[in-house]
């Protein structure tokens, strides 16, 4: 590395569109005063917390002040969050409440986290693993949350101003995205939305989505120039780092050089005869980068891998590296004794992997890692103690922490259905964590290159910047359905998704392509309805007994109708229906084929349930309903046993390949199906009660979420 040229960045292209006051902003009963703000001689709002504004967040706070709508795109860490801030101050000054929506469980913990420490905020959490203070003027959540109160418990939106949804482009998330949509077209109109997104290339179509589908009008509000540019970097073993201009010549050398292989270790279970003796490229091994990224002072670093693996191994990677001084490794020690007691943890525990690699500065962060030591990881980069932090790409997802350099370890992830190279906005997501304004003049990302990837990754493509625009994934749920059809009637249900951004997008084509999509969304729905005919949750444009207990169970809808309606869980005592919770949120991530669960655990019951959710999806497949029902999966039933029974959880999972966090996870998720149930059934049932003892039984230690979040 010999130079690091500044990042030449396009002049930034913004527009806010409309401008005065508008009726709805007298609606609101402007003016009113934000504690903290300065206006400038126009009346804009120039400083708000002692922070000088953006010309983006100007016009962003202008527009909010204005009564309308609001979509904000802009680079990671150019300050959208403010935004959001400023919409829900102005909320609390006006006696209003205000709802904060985020993606993942881990942004509205720390959204949440972050008003509580404000003492002019009463703030809330709402997101299915911990309900606090849902009552309260500032209710963080999940969009999931957000849905279901659209539809089941619109009181809990009463006296709501502003809803702000954070990484809105998330609507293009294959298997959530359609919350997104449901919730931004069937949330009260009274309500104004505050949409953060960042760079997209059709955000003026969304943009024009909106305000067809809102009454209040919107402001557009773009960025595209980052406050802190960035320096895009390659890097292989052979020749270190090199800037993207050189990436040909580089190539060309590459393609004339004998390539090192590596004998491809035998498959478990494979003979001679097998793929034992094959080669392959071995994955590059960044070492020597870690030590010039040390040398060079540019830490701390984010390292994104996307295996949990390949994070904790290149974790190890780095240790032995004199990466703390003294004081610095003694606050490391002395932060770490801290939150052992703040969360009531053995300090025992410091002896683990996962601490005593936190003292010496490096760290890992991933699903797989029980919530309480993500936390402790997050703790202590935040204070400046991890250099290095190995990390997926979820930390990328509007978590506050920035660092001065950001690495991919590797460019191809798991999409959901293949193996691929990552898309632009994902690349562009990640990689603007490099470079703390205020701190660093740039930041800077490497691109960690094998063999096959010098050669074939979308380099260009990714250094370009130019994100991949958001696309609808809407697809109605039967709980949507059967709410649409008890408010507007069969005939009227296809008309929902003439409000979608599908069907927005379907203009851009030709008639004939857009009678073709019409005509498949139609059929779709019909599908669902006959499906819903079938099974006796409609009669007609009314909705049965079993129709009106389905629309509360919003993602296992017909699993849960149909084993109460069945008398599947009647008797079962309280550790047998936490076995069957547990098994509709468990999926396996299988390495060896199929766990073997003895049928002395509730044999006869997983037998029954596999049938009816079995019934189920053979009628979606009849039906040709895609994607269909999730089966129940009973992997997890002998490591649960041992919970409920009161073993600690490294003594739970010995039966299971599971991981602490995995389990953690499929017992909150699990804790928050059976609360949905007993919502959704009358309290006099005595079933209400054994629900209610199956959930106080694996709600504790580690599984209980209040109690983290209470503690620190």
């Known amino acids: 590395m010999t130079h690091d040229p500044e990042q030449r960045a396009e002049p930034s292209r913004t527009g806010v569109e409309g401008t005065g006051r508008s009726k709805h902003a007298l609606q609101h009963g402007r003016p009113v005063s934000v504690p903290d703000e300065e206006l400038d001689g126009r009346g804009r709002v120039v400083r708000w917390k002692g922070f000088t ?46 709802i904060y929506t985020a993606p993942i469980k881990a942004l509205s913990n720390q959204k949440y986290r972050d008003f509580r420490d404000d003492p002019l905020v009463d703030v809330g959490l709402m997101t299915g693993d911990a309900t606090i ?25 009463a006296d709501v101003e502003y809803v702000v949804f954070d990484e809105v482009h998330y609507m293009d998330d294959r298997e959530r995205g359609t919350v997104w949509e449901e919730s931004l077209i069937f949330l009260p109109q009274s309500i104004r939305l505050v949409c953060l997104s960042a760079t997209i290339s059709n955000v003026e179509e969304m943009g024009n989505w909106l305000e067809e589908v809102r009454d209040a009008g919107l402001a557009l509000v773009r960025e595209e120039r980052r406050p802190v540019p960035l320096s895009h970097w390659c890097w292989t073993e052979r020749n270190g780092a090199f800037e993207p201009s050189q990436l040909d010549r580089i190539r060309k050398k590459a393609a004339n050089e004998p390539v090192p292989r590596r004998p491809r270790r035998p498959r478990r279970g494979r003979g001679r005869g097998g793929r034992g003796g094959r080669t392959f490229d071995p994955p590059p091994d960044p070492a020597a980068l870690f030590d010039e990224l040390t040398e060079r002072k540019m830490l701390p670093a984010l390292v994104f891998s996307f295996s949990r693996r390949d994070c904790e191994r290149l974790a190890r990677v780095c240790e032995g590296r004199p990466l703390l001084t003294e004081a610095e490794a003694k606050r490391a020690e002395d932060l770490q004794l801290e939150l052992c007691d703040i969360f009531l943890l053995n300090r025992r525990v410091m002896r683990g992997e996962i601490l005593t690699m936190a003292r010496a500065g490096v760290g890992y962060h991933h699903a797989g890692m029980l919530p309480v030591f993500k936390e402790i990881v997050e703790r202590m980069f935040t204070a400046g103690l991890l250099k290095f ?15 001065r350099t950001a690495v991919f370890s590797g460019l191809k992830k798991f999409d959901g259905i293949d193996f691929d190279y990552l898309r632009t906005r994902d690349y562009m997501q990640m990689a603007g964590r490099a470079g703390r304004q205020g701190i660093d003049d740039k930041g800077f990302v490497y691109c960690v290159l094998g063999n096959k990837d010098l050669q074939e990754a979308p380099l260009a493509r990714l250094f370009a910047g130019k994100p991949e625009p958001v696309r609808s994934r809407f697809r109605l749920s039967y709980s949507s359905l059967l709410h649409l059809v008890e408010h507007m009637g ?14 927005f997008q379907a203009r851009e084509k030709s008639q004939k392509a857009r009678e073709r999509q019409r005509h498949e969304q139609r059929r779709a729905v019909e599908r669902h309805l006959s499906l819903l005919d079938k099974f006796g949750y409609l009669d007609g444009d009314s909705l049965t007994p079993r129709g009106r207990m389905a629309r509360i169970l919003n993602g296992y ?54 049938r009816v959710v079995g019934e189920l ?62 919502r959704a059934i009358d309290k006099e049932w005595d079933l209400w009660d054994r629900l209610g003892d199956a959930m106080d039984a694996i709600n504790r230690d580690e599984v209980d979420a209040r109690r983290q979040l209470e503690l620190g």
């Open 53 to 98: 504004l953006t010309r983006f967040q100007i016009e962003a706070i202008s527009a909010i002040r204005d009564g309308k709508n609001v979509l904000v795109s802009a680079p990671t860490g150019a300050g959208k969050t403010l935004v959001a801030e400023y919409a829900i101050a102005d909320s609390v000054a006006r006696g209003k409440r205000c």
């Open 133 to 157: 203070q849902p009552g309260a003027q500032v209710l963080i959540m999940t969009t999931e949350i957000l849905r279901n109160a659209i539809f089941e418990n619109p009181e809990l939106l």
């Open 389 to 403: 932090l190995f990390t997926t790409e979820t930390f990328a997802l509007g978590i506050n922490m920035p660092a």
């Open 490 to 503: 069969r005939d009227l249900v296809p008309e929902a998704w003439e409000r979608s951004f599908a069907s």
């Open 557 to 610: 809808e017909l699993q849960m109708t149909e084993l109460l309606f069945r008398g599947c869980l009647e008797d079962l005592p309280p550790r047998a229906l936490a076995i069957v919770a547990v098994a509709m949120i468990h999926e396996e991530r299988r390495r060896h084929g199929r766990p073997y669960v003895p049928s002395r655990l509730f044999g006869n019951v997983r037998s029954n349930v596999t």
């Open 617 to 678: 999806a053979s009628a979606e497949a009849g039906l040709g309903i895609e994607p269909g029902l999730k089966l129940p999966d009973w992997g997890l039933t002998p490591s649960l046993m041992a919970w409920y029974d009161g073993a600690d959880i490294d003594a739970a999972l010995e039966p299971s390949e599971a991981t602490a966090g995995d389990f953690c996870r499929v017992l909150r998720m699990s804790i928050q199906l059976m609360r949905n149930v007993r």
